[in-house]
């Protein structure tokens, strides 16, 4: 991308560029033939996040819908609305996150359980990859939790938890239906937290940053600057503490 500009000249070329310790991508030579720019650091605290450079490297002419009203969400076919609740909040489980907390099974539906304390009904999901890791899980939540199966249009209720909804092979356009429709979202930081902003829907990011010293303190405020500043995002530091992780969260959803 970054040497197309040397090619088509009468192109205006935009971008996002990033300045780091070691190296800038891309070089400042090639930056000269950008019709326009903005730099994101990988080095120091970011003023801006990504989106915000976004925002600023429009023309004064042009408009960005702050209200994000003109995303096109697919709409749900009539038969599907009958199985999902009308009120839940909803919850994407991320193995590698849980794995690294080192949460057991059980410790994990706790978690999911506690949700429902809150809401009267809980919808999660799961990893979109498939590995034996992701498998383990998916059969789990498969056998001890309701189901509802979108791509079927099915519903299998589990006594045990009636009201938590595990939603197989959630695909992208049925998420931003479940997140728009939610009363509340909970996620590792990342895609999940980014759409809820854009659809302006309350959601609580959850982070295990793993802080050994200063300058991993530092690294993570510095991702942080770059992609949630300004979004005014609650959060919890999650850690192997699972009795004190359902706390913290509870406090916020």
Sequence with gaps: YFY??????????????????????PHLSLRKFLYKHKIIYRNKINKISYSQCQNQLLDIDEKLD??????????????????????????????????DLKWNMSEISSFIKSLNKKYSNVIFCSDIESNKRISFYNNYFEN?????????????????????FFIKNLVSKD?????????????????????????KKKCHNLY????????????????????????????????????????KVSKHI
Aim: charged letters at 25%; hydrophobic letters at 35%.
């Design 144 to 164: 001890n939790f309701s189901v509802i199966d979108l791509n079927e249009n099915l519903k299998k209720i589990n006594n045990n938890s009636k009201n938590i």
């Design 208 to 247: 295990n940053f793993k802080i050994t010293d200063y300058k991993s303190y530092y690294h993570q405020k510095i991702s942080y600057s770059e992609w949630s500043k300004g979004m005014c995002l609650s959060f919890s530091l999650l850690n192997s503490d699972v009795d004190k992780a359902i706390r």
């Design 4 to 25: 197309l500009p040397l090619f088509f000249r009468k192109t205006k070329f935009y971008a996002i560029v990033y300045n780091n310790y070691k190296n800038n991508r």
């Design 175 to 199: 998420l931003l239906f479940i997140i728009k429709n939610a009363q509340m979202c909970v996620a590792k930081e990342g895609i999940i937290g980014h759409i809820s902003y854009f659809l």
């Design 66 to 99: 702050n209200k994000y009203e003109n995303i096109n969400i697919p709409k749900f076919k009539e038969k599907i609305y009958n199985i999902i609740p009308d009120k839940y909040i909803f919850f994407q489980f991320r193995y590698k996150f849980f794995d």
